[in-house]
């Protein structure tokens, strides 16, 4: 993003111009996505496995994992937007250690619009929660600002009590999916489950790996009584070649 030292209104309108002209994740001037981006992190022409979400060639419907039996469970249905590499990976990666949520503004429209066309119509968006510890450190939950998001393009509400996490868990980086799913057993919990009884909800987070957080969530959710689970994360994983059965 350009430096731009704000000295007054006029600063201001060409702040948001510079926004609403260039690509959040490469900086082009055409934005909000430019359409290189487009082609290269959000790939139109894939399809997204409907058990875990990872991007898959169009007409696949579930990736090898997932045929195979292990995906995540307890989702109803998963999405991921883009693929997770290059500068859309370095756009995440930003957005959650260098402390920057205020740039996810700038690909809300774009996320909330290509949701919508993936999902059913839900009842409520609920966010990944961080433990407390984890919280302090970084100083906001990205899920949260993803679901505040989607409530502020879409009108979904955000059900208070939905989800927390009960224990801290270690990092998730390089544990395999059984390792992850150990790590996080028993790591969420509902405490007011009146605001999931029988509703329809977007389960949402920013990258999606193996699925086992999102699983672990729904899993959650589903106890308590929500009806359906969708899980919805900017990035995930890509699969090209789909083998025979």
């Not at 700038?106 to 929660?129: H, K, T």
Request: aromatic residues 8%; proline residues 6%; contains cysteine.
């Amino acid at each position: 993003m350009k430096n731009l030292r704000s000295s007054g209104p006029a600063d201001l309108i060409r702040l948001v111009w510079y926004w609403e002209r260039a690509c959040a994740v490469c900086g082009a001037e055409e934005g909000p996505l430019c359409r290189n981006c487009l082609e290269e992190y959000f790939c139109p022409e894939l399809g997204r496995c409907h058990g875990c979400g990872k991007l898959v060639p169009a007409g696949a419907g579930l990736c090898r994992d997932c045929r195979a039996g292990r995906g995540p469970v307890g989702l109803d249905g998963c999405r991921a937007w883009g693929h997770y590499a290059g500068l859309w990976k370095n756009f995440i990666w930003e957005v959650k250690f260098k402390a920057e949520p205020w740039r996810l503004e700038e690909i809300a429209g774009s996320f909330s619009a290509w949701a919508c066309r993936q999902l059913p119509p839900a009842d409520g968006v609920v966010p990944v929660p961080l433990h407390s510890e984890r919280l302090a450190a970084r100083g906001f939950n990205q899920a949260e600002v993803i679901a505040s998001l989607l409530h502020w393009e879409l009108g979904l509400p955000i059900p208070a009590g939905a989800l927390i996490r009960t224990q801290p868990t270690a990092s998730q980086v390089g544990l395999s999916r059984q390792e992850r799913l150990r790590n996080l057993a028993q790591a969420f919990a509902v405490p007011e489950a009146a605001a999931v009884r029988g509703r329809d909800l977007w389960l949402v987070d920013d990258v999606t790996t193996t699925g086992a957080t999102l699983q672990a969530c729904a899993l959650a959710l589903k106890q308590a009584g929500a009806r359906f689970v969708y899980g919805l994360c900017l990035a995930g994983g890509k699969e090209l070649v789909q083998e025979e059965d």
